[in-house]
C-alpha cells in the first residue's frame, strides 16, 4: 500500500480547523454571486495567485477579507457542509472546528447567523457521513478583552452546543494573559479552554496559556521547543499540540517542509497531531498535512499521530476508545 492510501485510511480526527479558512476561491466566487457582492479579483485563478505570504498578518490580510462573501446562514451551513464532505473523504471521523464570530458580528450579522449555519451543517455532516464534530468559538486576539466579553455574551443561547473557546489572530503583541479573565469566565461556564501560542510567538506565551489561560490544548505550539524546560513540562502533562505542517511552511514558520520539527516533537515525547488550519488558503486538507511530513515518519508515527488525534479530543473516554 503505498503512504498516501495508508494516510488516507488512517481514522482520523482533526482539531485545528478555522472553517472561515476551508473557503475555496470556487465558493467565494459563489457565495458573492449568491449574494450580490463584488469581489476585488477578476476570477479564481487571480484569487489564487494572491495567496503567498511572508508571515501571519499577510495572511490575515486577506482571509478576513474573503469572509465578507459569507453572509446568510445558508452560506455558512454550506461551508461547513463542504469542508466535512471534503474531511470524510480524507479519512475523517470527528473534527472540531474554530469559527471567529468578531469577523462576523463587526460586519453586522447577529451571532447566530454564523453559530446556527454552522450548527445546521454539523448535524448534518453526521447524518450524511456518520463524522461527529464539536464547534469552538475563537477571540480575535487583535481585538481588546472588552470585545471578547461581548461576544461571549452574545453567544450565551448558543453555549450548549459549543464545547469551547480558542484564541487565534495576529499573535505577537497580544499575549495570552491579554484574555486572562474571558477565559477565565469561559471555564466558570464549563467550556474547554484552546489557544494559538507559540506559531509566531515566544514560548514564553506559551507559558501563559498554560498558567493564566489555563488551556486544555494547545494550538501550533511549534516555539515550545527553544525551551527544555517547556517541553518537557509539556510532555509530562500530556498536552496535546495540533501542528499544521503546511500553514507553518505558507507562513514562514518552518522555511522547509523537510526540517518540520514534527519529529522531534515525537521524539521529546509530545503528543502533536496533524491538521489542516485554513486547507483552501494553504494548498490542502488533513490528508496533505500527513503526506507533507510523512517522509520524515514512520507508518507506527503516523498511525501515532493519528492516534493521538482522538486522544487529544473532547470526546468523552468511551468514544474515544470507539475510534482508536
Ligand atoms: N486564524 C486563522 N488561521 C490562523 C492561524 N494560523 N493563526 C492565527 N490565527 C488564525
Ligand atoms: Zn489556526
Given at each position: 500500500?503505498?503512504?498516501?492510501?495508508?494516510?488516507?485510511?488512517?481514522?482520523?480526527?482533526?482539531?485545528?480547523?478555522?472553517?472561515?479558512?476551508?473557503?475555496?476561491?470556487?465558493?467565494?466566487?459563489a457565495?458573492?454571486?449568491?449574494?450580490?457582492?463584488?469581489?476585488?479579483?477578476?476570477?479564481?485563478?487571480?484569487?489564487?495567485?494572491?495567496?503567498?505570504f511572508?508571515?501571519?498578518?499577510?495572511?490575515?490580510?486577506?482571509?478576513?477579507?474573503?469572509?465578507?462573501?459569507?453572509?446568510?446562514?445558508?452560506?455558512?451551513r454550506?461551508?461547513?457542509?463542504?469542508?466535512?464532505?471534503?474531511?470524510?473523504?480524507?479519512?475523517?471521523?470527528?473534527?472540531?472546528?474554530?469559527?471567529?464570530?468578531?469577523?462576523?458580528?463587526?460586519?453586522?450579522?447577529?451571532?447566530?447567523?454564523?453559530?446556527?449555519?454552522?450548527?445546521?451543517?454539523?448535524?448534518?455532516?453526521?447524518?450524511?457521513?456518520?463524522?461527529?464534530?464539536?464547534?469552538?468559538?475563537?477571540?480575535?486576539r487583535?481585538?481588546?478583552?472588552?470585545?471578547?466579553?461581548?461576544?461571549?455574551a452574545?453567544?450565551?443561547?448558543w453555549?450548549?452546543?459549543?464545547?469551547?473557546?480558542?484564541?487565534?489572530?495576529?499573535?505577537?503583541?497580544?499575549?495570552?494573559?491579554?484574555?486572562?479573565?474571558?477565559?477565565?469566565a469561559?471555564?466558570?461556564?464549563g467550556?474547554?479552554?484552546v489557544?494559538?501560542?507559540?506559531?509566531?510567538?515566544?514560548?514564553?506565551?506559551?507559558?501563559?496559556?498554560?498558567?493564566?489561560?489555563?488551556?486544555?490544548?494547545?494550538?501550533?505550539?511549534?516555539?515550545?521547543?527553544?525551551?527544555?524546560?517547556?517541553?518537557?513540562?509539556?510532555?509530562?502533562?500530556?498536552?496535546?499540540?495540533?501542528?499544521?505542517?503546511?500553514?507553518?511552511?505558507?507562513?514562514?514558520?518552518?522555511?522547509?517542509?523537510a526540517?518540520h520539527?514534527?519529529?522531534?516533537?515525537?521524539?521529546?515525547?509530545?503528543?502533536?497531531?496533524i491538521?489542516?488550519?485554513?486547507?483552501?488558503?494553504?494548498?490542502g486538507?488533513v490528508?496533505?498535512?500527513?503526506?507533507?511530513?510523512?517522509?520524515?515518519l514512520?507508518?507506527?508515527?503516523l498511525?501515532?499521530?493519528?492516534?493521538?488525534?482522538?486522544?487529544?479530543?473532547?470526546?468523552?473516554?468511551?468514544?474515544?476508545?470507539?475510534?482508536?
Amino acid at each position: 500500500m503505498s503512504d498516501s492510501d495508508f494516510i488516507s485510511g488512517l481514522p482520523k480526527a482533526e482539531l485545528h480547523l478555522h472553517v472561515e479558512g476551508s473557503l475555496e476561491p470556487e465558493q467565494m466566487f459563489a457565495f458573492a454571486r449568491r449574494n450580490r457582492i463584488s469581489i476585488p479579483f477578476p476570477n479564481v485563478e487571480a484569487l489564487r495567485a494572491a495567496y503567498s505570504f511572508n508571515s501571519l498578518q499577510d495572511f490575515l490580510d486577506i482571509y478576513y477579507q474573503g469572509a465578507d462573501v459569507l453572509r446568510t446562514e445558508e452560506d455558512f451551513r454550506d461551508l461547513a457542509l463542504a469542508y466535512f464532505e471534503r474531511a470524510h473523504e480524507d479519512g475523517v471521523a470527528h473534527a472540531e472546528i474554530f469559527f471567529d464570530p468578531q469577523t462576523h458580528t463587526a460586519r453586522g450579522l447577529p451571532f447566530g447567523v454564523a453559530a446556527d449555519g454552522l450548527l445546521a451543517g454539523m448535524k448534518e455532516a453526521e447524518a450524511k457521513f456518520g463524522l461527529t464534530s464539536k464547534l469552538i468559538l475563537c477571540f480575535l486576539r487583535h481585538l481588546d478583552e472588552d470585545d471578547a466579553f461581548l461576544t461571549f455574551a452574545d453567544a450565551e443561547p448558543w453555549l450548549d452546543r459549543i464545547a469551547g473557546v480558542g484564541l487565534d489572530s495576529s499573535e505577537v503583541g497580544h499575549p495570552p494573559s491579554k484574555f486572562a479573565r474571558v477565559f477565565e469566565a469561559a471555564g466558570k461556564a464549563g467550556l474547554k479552554r484552546v489557544a494559538h501560542a507559540g506559531e509566531e510567538g515566544p514560548p514564553e506565551y506559551v507559558l501563559e496559556a498554560l498558567d493564566v489561560l489555563h488551556i486544555d490544548r494547545l494550538d501550533h505550539g511549534n516555539r515550545s521547543l527553544e525551551s527544555p524546560e517547556l517541553v518537557t513540562r509539556l510532555a509530562r502533562a500530556g498536552m496535546t499540540l495540533t501542528v499544521c505542517p503546511l500553514s507553518n511552511h505558507k507562513l514562514c514558520v518552518v522555511d522547509d517542509l523537510a526540517a518540520h520539527p514534527i519529529a522531534d516533537m515525537l521524539g521529546h515525547g509530545l503528543r502533536p497531531t496533524i491538521n489542516s488550519d485554513d486547507p483552501a488558503y494553504f494548498g490542502g486538507y488533513v490528508a496533505d498535512n500527513y503526506r507533507a511530513v510523512a517522509p520524515l515518519l514512520t507508518r507506527d508515527q503516523l498511525a501515532t499521530l493519528a492516534r493521538n488525534s482522538f486522544l487529544g479530543s473532547f470526546l468523552d473516554d468511551a468514544a474515544v476508545t470507539r475510534h482508536i
